[in-house]
């Protein structure tokens, strides 16, 4: 096993589902509260970290808002999305496709031109320094209705240079896709490409209306989609990618135990899948983390990891020359091995 680990350490990777504001670190959550004068509900990095105990999606999503009030200017943007970056960076990630969630910002009276500048100014940093390329999707909250989803696609309409794609997330029950279907429509009449999280707690209907009416490009978890034979026939046959996150399914209690977990089932049905970290502050592990474990857990041998890896690239937004080098990459390490 400790030549898997070694393995996953130095593979390099995409990471395609990952939530800046669940990047948060309770340490700098602190700096930031401190800095900024916004009371939280803790008082020690101790007992933030007790807290992240979570039976279901609400109640981690509850924390979530409360953790992000901390942000509040544009330094607080960069500074959450640098942290974040420095660890991918360590887990030699060379690609990342992050989802910002700007309602819950604006909605305090942030400005959507804060939260974007600071976000895209450590982006720029990462490249600039360390060549790590990276893409921004604008995730709508689906508890709140279509019309403040329009008004957050109208506000991020000077900045669309900026964002490759449109996502949608929080608390999935309740909220299907359909309500979000002319807004997905009007956001790929902007060029904006689509992915949405479906079937994480929601039933495979949601994962058919992503597909049918928002159009999507990418699945984020879709681990439901798996209680549906046909429909898992037509993700493998579309070639759908996975964004799978181990960690997160875990703490949210999607699924018992790690070992119950379906990401080795997903391979061998052929589906696409690709491993992230979701929100890794609040769920134990960033990307390598997420690979290590599962590893272990489900028995995922080297050439599931080198996979997994090249499922990541295969599965970004990136233009197919970069992805091609990427592999290229990946196969290079894997020779020299
Ligand atoms: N927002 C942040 N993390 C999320 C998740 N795992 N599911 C839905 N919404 C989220
Ligand atoms: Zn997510």
Redesign the pocket.
């Known amino acids: 096993m400790t030549d898997l680990n070694a393995l996953i350490d130095r593979l390099p990777k995409a990471e395609l589902h990952l ?1 800046l ?2 990047s948060l670190e309770p340490e700098l959550m602190f700096e930031m509260a401190r800095r900024n004068q916004v009371e939280i509900p803790f008082k020690t990095v101790d007992e933030v970290r007790a807290a992240y105990e979570f039976a279901n ?1 609400q109640e ?2 509850d924390i ?1 808002y409360v953790g992000m009030n901390v942000l509040i200017t544009e330094q607080d943007f960069f500074d959450l999305t640098w942290a974040y970056l420095e660890r991918a960076h360590a887990d030699t990630v060379r690609h990342v496709e992050v ?1 910002f ?1 700007p309602q819950g910002h604006t909605g305090r009276g942030v400005a959507f031109e804060t939260v974007i500048t600071g976000i895209t100014r450590a982006l720029a940093k990462a490249e600039a320094e360390w060549g790590l390329t990276s893409r921004l999707i604008l ?1 709508f909250l689906r508890h709140l209705s279509e019309e403040a989803a329009f008004e957050t696609l109208e506000q991020a309409k000077p900045y669309l240079a900026q964002i490759e794609a449109v996502g949608l ?4 029950l309740g909220h299907p896709p359909s309500k979000f279907e002319r807004v997905f429509a009007a956001a790929a009449e902007l060029g904006l490409k689509r992915v949405a ?1 479906a079937g ?1 707690e929601g039933p495979p209907e949601y994962v058919y209306e992503a597909l049918d009416l928002l159009k999507i490009d990418r699945l ?2 879709g681990n439901r989609a798996l209680e549906d034979e046909a429909l898992v026939n037509r993700l493998a046959g579309e070639g759908m990618t996975f964004t799978v ?1 181990p960690l ?1 399914n875990l703490k ?1 209690c999607g699924v018992p135990d790690l070992r119950q977990h379906p990401l080795k089932r997903m391979l061998e049905l052929g589906l696409k899948v690709t491993v992230n970290s ?2 890794p502050s609040y769920f134990g592990g960033y990307v390598n983390e997420n690979f290590k474990q599962t590893a272990v857990a489900v028995g995922l041998n080297e050439a599931d990891i080198i996979a997994l890896a090249r499922n990541s690239f295969t599965g970004s937004f990136l233009p197919q020359a970069e992805i091609d080098r990427r592999l290229a990459e990946i196969d290079a390490l894997v020779e020299a091995a």
């Not at 997330?169 to 999935?172: A, G, H, L």
Request: glycine share 4%; with cysteine.
């Open positions: 939530h504001e669940g999606l981690f999503l979530y989802f969630d995730c997330d929080s608390s999935e999280h994480e984020d978890h996150c997160s949210l979701d929100d």
